[in-house]
């Protein structure tokens, strides 16, 4: 658990004693995770210059490019929409996913509670002061099945003065950020507006982000608070995977167009410290959070004249094999008629969500000395409420010559649900209970356990009729235990235990029956239970530093394996674009994970690996009618199959060298290899189709300061040009005319990676 289990906040515990030391000001006070951690140094952890390394802050790149065992599905075709996988988890923005991380920001959950997403592109880059990866922990609470994603903001204390930036790039990528910060005193203030955006590299696909950030904050010797506020304004275009036919034609190509969802976020929360005694200090994040989402989608459908009365339409679906076909019908049932001039039939989703949260963390910590070491206990609680409308509907449409999807009709309403609008309020209730203990058991050996006890409430309300009414409950106690080591001085050894959990989320609740299946834009129908999953995980590790030949050098060495049970997954129905979840057996995740960082003067090499091995553990049928090995619509998935898009292998090399021209001159230049192998396509959970291939990606990167704290900046992304693909699936062509690729008829649908691209800006301060 990376000496992480009873939190990730080591530089907090560091001002534990402040009100011993009042002529000292905290710059570390705010909570940023559950519990009280008194040991951070192996963690996977970003600083603010590495968000930053390609010149312009970057929080996605940095995550893939520099962490080991981080790497993307790109399922949507946004660079601000990417699902991160680690340790064969995710962490999305998109609905449909299931999230396997949990994620902090300055200590309050930062899951979406309509589906416990995680919609980085909601917090401005050039806010972030630190970001950490660590590993699974019970204290994290729900989600942290594969471990949690903790994320800190700056404060005028911790970046004071200005730093600024602007850049262009390729396909109308610009960037600009402002930020200014400073202290008076006990004082500190901050504030950061980030504007970014793209044309996009494919076709429909531009986006234009919008967000802001401010904290104001007093530091007392004993008590102070922080006042942070979060502002964001998004439009972002995801035209999703391709047929592979298709992108090797054109690789700008989309399927079908549009797929734009347009969020307004705004977070206010509230971050008090107190000491009570010299060993002992009070806690706690208060937050306030509302989001309004807009989803737009056009997609192909299975529609056509139905064969015994052309006037009419009919939607074709397919059940174990077998196609059907039933009259479509509006929403006051009358039978839905053919258009004049035999268009191609498509569907537009429209969807609306409205959310809001409350929440709170709240933890005291009691540091004191014993038996050569320093005993940590913490004891704490959190609270999160969240309360989303949600609105969909579906409606008919045309293809265009563009493949773009042109609303023409009513409302789709069938009377089996395999297509109708829904109206939901959900209301969602997480609590969390947790004490830690960090104990010495000698001046160079101690013993970190965990305790905590989740409990997660849904109830759903339907607005149209009764069928999506339902109230789940689940509980569950989790407990953890690691031994740490301090073998020899630049030798810690570890080993540790965690159990951890994730409650189904109200979306997965409500779009569990194969017989009603769910659109990622319109995913509500009839409720059948789903059972909570459940991770049991152990770990080895080692970290260590030293210096050799006049490098200093640190590495990082873990080793683990974590088996969970009963496994929600988004299974494919017979209705094309649209799914259901289930509970789908068991599986096992395990692997190791590698970083190395050397630096000589201003040289600098960092290298990570992970070796991912992801399986199912049990034998289940599951739905696959996309996929052409499966038989009646299903395939037959084995123990020992791999888990879709996971690769096995993954690496990085980052080289930066850093130097001077003349006097005061400074000037970087570095560049980045990122590998990944072959990862399983979605629907394939049998492995029975050719995997997604690997790729090899280089990056380069540049700055020369041409004024003091000014630096004129460049990088080049994919400078080979290297076509790749970070994500697979299966689709079905059907009608839709491709004409770039007549005759096109594979199945197989890929997310394409993004092609060569360049920056040039030019920024101060960071």
Not at 399 to 408: C, F, Y
């Amino acid at each position: 658990m990376r000496g992480q289990l009873t939190s990730a906040v080591a530089t907090m515990l560091a001002c534990v004693a402040c009100s011993a030391r009042a002529q000292e000001i905290d710059q570390s006070i705010i909570v940023t995770a559950p519990g009280a951690g008194v040991d951070s140094d192996d963690a996977l952890g970003l600083s603010r210059g590495d968000i930053a390394r390609g010149g312009r802050p970057d929080l996605i790149g940095a995550l893939t490019r520099q962490l080991p065992g981080v790497t993307l599905q790109d399922a949507q075709g946004n660079p601000w929409q990417p699902a991160l996988v680690y340790r064969g988890q995710t962490a999305s923005g998109a609905q449909g996913q299931s999230q396997g991380l949990a994620a902090y920001l300055d200590g309050a959950r930062f899951n979406l509670p309509f589906g416990d997403t995680i919609s980085l592109d909601l917090v401005p880059d050039v806010a972030l002061r630190t970001v950490e990866l660590v590993d699974s922990s019970p204290v994290y609470g729900l989600n942290a099945l594969g471990g949690a994603l903790v994320l800190e903001t700056a404060t005028g204390r911790s970046e004071p003065g200005l730093s600024a930036n602007a850049s262009l790039g390729a396909y109308g990528a610009h960037d600009v950020s402002l930020a200014a910060g400073g202290a008076a005193g006990r004082w500190s203030a901050y504030a950061a507006v980030q504007l970014r955006g793209e044309d996009g590299w494919r076709d429909y696909s531009t986006s234009r982000l919008a967000s802001g950030y401010a904290d104001l904050g007093y530091d007392g010797v004993a008590a102070g608070l922080h006042a942070k506020l979060v502002l964001a304004s998004t439009g972002l275009s995801g035209n999703g995977a391709a047929p592979e036919e298709l992108l090797a034609v054109r690789r700008s190509a989309v399927f079908t167009h549009p797929d734009r969802t347009e969020n307004r976020f705004a977070r206010l929360s509230l971050h008090p410290w107190a000491d009570l005694s010299p060993t002992t200090r009070l806690q706690a994040a208060f937050y306030a959070q509302w989001l309004k989402s807009r989803l737009l989608n056009g997609d192909a459908a299975d529609i056509e004249p139905c064969e015994d009365d052309t006037g009419l339409l009919c939607l074709e679906t397919e059940n174990e094999g077998e196609e059907e076909a039933e009259v479509l019908t509006d929403r006051q049932g009358r039978p839905i008629r053919a258009l004049a001039g035999d268009p191609t039939y498509a569907v537009f989703n429209r969807g609306a969500l409205s959310s809001r949260a409350f929440g709170l963390l709240a933890q005291i910590t009691d540091r004191r000395p014993l038996l050569g070491g320093s005993n940590v206990f913490t004891i704490g609680t959190s609270l999160d409420y969240g309360r989303s409308a949600f609105g969909a509907t579906t409606e008919l449409g045309t293809l265009d010559d563009t493949r773009g999807v042109q609303s023409v009709g009513p409302v789709i309403a069938q009377d089996d649900n395999a297509i109708a609008p829904v109206s939901v309020i959900a209301r969602n209730l997480y609590a969390g209970f947790f004490v830690a203990e960090t104990l010495p058991l000698g001046p160079n050996l101690h013993l970190e356990a965990g305790l905590r006890y989740n409990y997660a409430a849904i109830r759903l309300d339907d607005q149209i009729g009764t069928a999506l009414n339902g109230q789940h409950h689940f509980g569950r106690l989790n407990p953890g235990l690691e031994l740490d080591w301090d073998a020899v001085p630049g030798l810690s050894l570890r080993a540790g235990y965690a159990e951890t959990n994730r409650a189904p989320t109200p979306a997965e609740l409500s779009c569990a029956d194969p017989e009603a299946p769910c659109s990622l834009a319109n995913f509500f129908v009839a409720d059948p239970p789903l059972r909570q999953v459940v991770a049991h995980t152990w770990e080895l590790g080692a970290s260590g530093k030293g210096t050799a030949g006049g490098w200093r050098i640190e590495w990082l060495a873990s080793a683990y394996r974590a088996d969970s049970r009963d496994e929600i997954r988004r299974v494919a129905s017979g209705v094309r674009g649209r799914a259901y979840f289930q509970n789908l057996g068991d599986a096992r995740r395990q692997g190791i994970e590698l970083s190395l960082t050397a630096q000589r003067g201003g040289l600098r090499v960092a290298a990570t690996y992970a070796f991912t091995d992801a399986t199912n553990r049990s034998p289940v049928r599951i739905a696959s009618p996309g996929n052409p090995a499966a038989e009646a619509g299903a395939i037959l998935v084995k123990p020992g199959d791999r888990l879709p898009g996971v690769p096995r292998h993954s690496a990085n090399l980052n080289l930066d060298y850093a130097g001077k021209v003349g006097p005061w001159r400074r000037f970087t230049v570095g560049g980045t290899v990122s590998a990944r192998s072959g990862q399983v396509l979605l629907g394939d959970e049998s492995n029975r189709a050719a995997l997604v291939p690997g790729y090899v990606l280089v990056d380069l990167r540049a700055g020369i300061e041409l004024l003091r704290e000014v630096v004129l900046f460049g990088e080049v992304r994919n400078l080979l040009d290297r076509r790749h693909a970070t994500f697979g699936t299966f689709g079905e062509i059907g009608s839709v005319l491709l004409a770039e690729a007549p005759g096109a008829s594979s199945p197989r649908f890929l997310g394409p990676g993004a092609p060569r691209r360049w920056t040039i800006g030019i920024r101060r301060g960071f």
